[in-house]
């Protein structure tokens, strides 16, 4: 296996730089196995999904994680909290820019002056840092300022780099079920879905279930080996309660949104354990062993959630990329999705 297995060629004008309204009207690719697949919409799941099956979804919501901030000498620096190393989430694992420049113990600025981070020692991994963020004192009970308020004051939506256009509304990087906080990115497949396309799914029979994967590094992080099988995976903290599992066991098809839902269910059922850490890597061959339908956005060359896609239905995933670019979907976060049934 070599990374080239995992390139294609994909246009700047295919990446999409703004979500689409209303959400549901994303264009849907729909596998069919060796058949063409099918040119639908995602607002046609009420028809193309079954009654018993179950929809599985990440509910993990993205927070302002991307700080733009200052140093001091009046440089520019940058911080995207990843994840909370403590309970009351004022130690973070971070990206950091200049990483070269910035020192243990350097306090980054707001543009208004209010001092935010101190930045800590490098993590083991090399790429990340560990950061703290720097809170005032309440008056009043003496405690630091909560520390997702001060990200709500100082930052702003992580949007991926690929995306250079303004997001007017923040929501639109939030899926419409998020209820967790943690998040440095959002499960793009989740993006697609509507309040009355979840309740039009539910009358139709198609049951929905929730599970939690914070979205953290290797979402940002290219494969850096030549050898893709030997690139390090970032753990993730995922969360998949007792009651989801044992739907999926009684479901008559698992249908995953998004490639972080995968990787929780897959997680829980490999390690035998419903809460922990993964650093799972899914890469063909593998035994599959909760999913059966994986809705999914397209995603980036050379990466391993394409890795995924080719471990989930094989090297047809070729076929459908190429299918996919011939008729101007939109790619990447901002874009269209696919429907991928790896018993097909």
């Excluded at 689409?20 to 196995?33: M, N």
């Excluded at 919501?61 to 620096?77: E, N």
């Excluded at 998949?240 to 995953?256: D, G, L, N």
């Excluded at 593998?286 to 339908?293: L, M, P, R």
Aim: charged letters at 25%; glycine letters at 6%.
């Amino acid at each position: 296996m070599e990374l080239a297995d995992f390139d294609y060629e994909l246009p700047p004008e295919r990446i999409a730089q703004t979500p689409i309204e209303p959400r549901d009207a994303a264009r849907l690719l729909v596998d069919r196995g060796s058949a063409p697949p099918d040119h639908r919409h995602v607002r046609d799941l009420v028809d193309i999904l079954r009654p018993g099956d179950l929809l599985v979804v990440n509910e993990t919501k993205v927070i302002p994680a991307r700080l733009t901030l200052r140093r001091a000498t009046g440089g520019a620096a940058e911080v995207l909290m990843l994840e909370p190393l403590d309970g009351e989430r004022r130690v973070w694992e971070a990206l950091v820019r200049p990483a070269r420049k910035l020192r243990t113990g350097e306090i980054l600025f707001a543009p208004d002056g209010t001092p935010v981070v101190e930045i800590g020692e490098r993590t083991e991994i090399g790429d990340t840092f560990n950061v703290a963020l720097v809170g005032n004192t309440d008056d009043m009970t003496g405690s630091l300022t909560d520390s997702l308020d001060i990200l709500d004051a100082h930052g702003e939506m992580p949007l991926p780099p690929y995306i250079t256009e303004r997001l007017d509304r923040p929501d639109r990087y939030q899926t419409v079920y998020a209820t967790e906080p943690g998040s440095a990115a959002a499960p793009t497949a989740g993006l697609h879905f509507t309040p009355e396309l979840l309740a039009a799914l539910t009358e139709r029979g198609v049951e929905m279930a929730t599970v939690e994967l914070v979205v953290g590094l290797d979402t940002f992080r290219p494969i850096g080996t030549d050898d893709p099988i030997q690139h390090q995976m970032h753990t993730e903290r995922y969360r998949v309660p007792e009651a989801t599992m044992e739907r999926c066991r009684a479901a008559e098809r698992v249908v995953a949104v998004g490639t972080t839902s995968v990787r929780a269910l897959e997680s829980a059922a490999m390690r035998n354990e419903l809460v922990g850490r993964t650093d799972i890597f899914i890469h063909r061959p593998y035994e599959w062993q909760v999913v059966d339908v994986l809705m999914t956005n397209f995603h980036m060359p050379r990466t391993t959630l394409l890795m995924m896609i080719d471990a989930f239905v094989g090297p047809r995933w070729r076929t459908l990329y190429a299918e996919a670019l011939r008729e101007h979907y939109r790619f990447l976060s901002f874009g269209d999705a696919m429907l991928l049934d790896r018993h097909g």
